[in-house]
């Protein structure tokens, strides 16, 4: 099947490391939702499939209006995902939540862009991973302060865990601003697992694959406890706890 462009950041540049469009060859899945003005709204968006999977969501926020978006991606086959949100009205937030795990010979690649249009939007985008095996991820992270958002903050945080040294990471944090008095701040936390914590918790009785579980379960958390479906959230659990076994 050829490939198609499912997003891509919204500035033309990093080409030589490759990693400006997201692409894909499985079939693109979208989805389409609007938060109307003063609503609030929580989206949740797993991925536990086996085979590979590609999809498109873009939602538009109106004024005064918040949504809050969580992301889980343990499934088993390539997972290629475009996040659009627009906060187009004034006093709009939008809270971005994502984990994922890779493994085997997984291609996992995100493009999530934050657009912020009115004035005083909020935007927060916090996404935490765990590679292992030849896993290869990319990740492309925008804030996109656009003119007219005078007053508008924006935080972005990718932290990464690094299990294995055959592993791929990408990490491309992006902020922009079109605007002033913006308030932006972006970063990436790339590492392996600290020895002293895994020591620690191999004093307490733990195996070495034990304590790393732990601490992947632990990064994780703050993420899955908010899937509200009882079921689904411990059938993340289980499928991450025997995948780091």
Do not use: C
């Amino acid at each position: 099947m050829n490939e198609k462009t499912l997003g891509e950041i919204p500035l033309d540049t990093w080409r030589w490391l490759g990693v400006n469009k997201l692409k894909t060859s499985a079939a693109i899945e979208e989805k389409f939702f609007d938060v109307a003005d003063g609503e609030t709204k929580i989206f949740s968006d797993v991925n536990l499939a086996e085979e590979n999977i590609a999809r498109k969501i873009k939602i538009s926020v109106g004024e005064n209006a918040r949504v809050e978006f969580l992301s889980a991606d343990l499934g088993r086959g390539n997972f290629s995902s475009d996040v659009e949100i627009d906060l187009r009205g004034d006093d709009s937030s939008a809270t971005f939540e994502a984990v994922y795990f890779g493994d085997g010979q997984r291609k996992l690649d995100f493009n999530y862009v934050i657009r912020q249009r009115g004035k005083n939007t909020s935007a927060t985008l916090n996404v935490r991973g765990a590679l292992t095996d030849k896993s290869d991820k990319i990740f492309r992270g925008t804030l996109d302060f656009q003119k007219g958002s005078k007053g508008s903050t924006g935080r972005e945080l990718e932290e990464v865990i690094i299990l294995s040294p055959g592993t791929r990471n990408r990490s491309v944090p992006l902020m922009l601003a079109a605007e002033d008095e913006v308030d932006g701040h972006h970063a990436v936390s790339i590492g392996r697992l600290d020895d002293e914590k895994i020591f620690y918790l191999m004093s307490r009785g733990l195996d070495k694959s034990e304590a790393q579980r732990l601490i992947v379960e632990a990064a994780f958390a703050p993420v899955l406890e908010k899937i509200s479906d009882d079921s689904l959230r411990e059938k993340l659990l289980e499928n991450l706890r025997l995948r780091l076994t």
